[in-house]
């Protein structure tokens, strides 16, 4: 997992390590940035690296890209096993041209048929054989895949998944708060984290409203800042726009919240 690499190559010990019969590193669980990997394969320039990609409807593994044999590449998710075929599909489910982005689907022998007992959870990850990711990317001309973001209402915080509904549930509890959504954001150590968006009380100060979020969010979750809003981007029919919120963290400077 992502953290777990952090981590090591902070330990003091790490270059004894490196210089050790090291031989292989395998990364899954999560995106590791591209910086860690560089850091490692400089650093232990005699060892392998495949960074991995899957999801358990998939037994777990997608694709795979091994660093040392395109470095050119490195950022992708490697390409699909050969049991398996990958592409970018659009709303209507079809196949879109290499480099255009749309939701990421698998189809082949290794894809499970659906989920036990969940008639409607089936229906919503699977068409036609073919498992929906729920993450956003592409396919490049050469059959790298790019994995751009997450469309899916859940994140994976060090190596443990998390609703975006379960942490909005507890967080909406402050005091001072007249609406508050959670949406997937990258933590600069950490890796995959979420931000929130508040639209807080007018009688209620900033400050008293960070102090009660801190003290809510579990230890083990990652925050990556708080942005203060007037509304809500929401649709005709009252969804919150997400994406919305993701773009004000790309285009401001969320101010660090918690670690």
């Not at 003091?12 to 210089?19: I, K, P, Q, T, V």
């Amino acid at each position: 997992m992502p953290f777990t690499y952090e981590q090591i190559i902070a330990a003091a010990d790490f270059d004894r390590l490196a210089g050790s019969s090291l031989k292989r590193f395998l990364q899954a669980g999560g995106k590791l940035e591209i910086q860690v990997v560089g850091n490692i394969v400089a650093r232990v320039p005699g060892a392998d690296f495949y960074v991995m990609y899957g999801q358990t409807e998939a037994t777990s593994r997608i694709s795979t890209f091994e660093v040392h044999r395109h470095p050119a590449k490195l950022g992708s998710a490697g390409m699909p096993l050969d049991n398996l075929k990958v592409s970018s599909v659009g709303t209507d489910f079809r196949p879109l041209a290499a480099g255009r982005s749309g939701e990421l689907a698998v189809c082949g022998a290794s894809v499970a048929a659906g989920y036990w007992n969940d008639v409607d959870g089936t229906a919503e990850r699977f068409v036609n054989g073919t498992l929906l990711t729920g993450d956003v990317g592409h396919v490049d001309e050469d059959g790298f895949i790019w994995i751009e973001g997450r469309i899916a209402d859940f994140l994976k915080m060090r190596g443990m998944r998390v609703s975006i509904g379960e942490i909005e549930a507890r967080l909406c509890l402050a005091e001072g708060i007249s609406e508050i959504a959670a949406f997937p954001a990258c933590h600069p150590r950490y890796g995959e984290a979420f931000g929130l968006a508040v639209v807080a009380e007018k009688e209620h100060d900033r400050a008293g409203i960070i102090r009660d979020l801190t003290r809510r969010i579990d230890p083990l979750w990652i925050c990556a800042g708080i942005n203060f809003l007037d509304s809500l981007p929401r649709n005709e029919v009252g969804k919150i726009l997400r994406g919305r919120l993701g773009e004000s963290v790309a285009h401001e400077c969320m101010p660090r919240f918690r670690d």
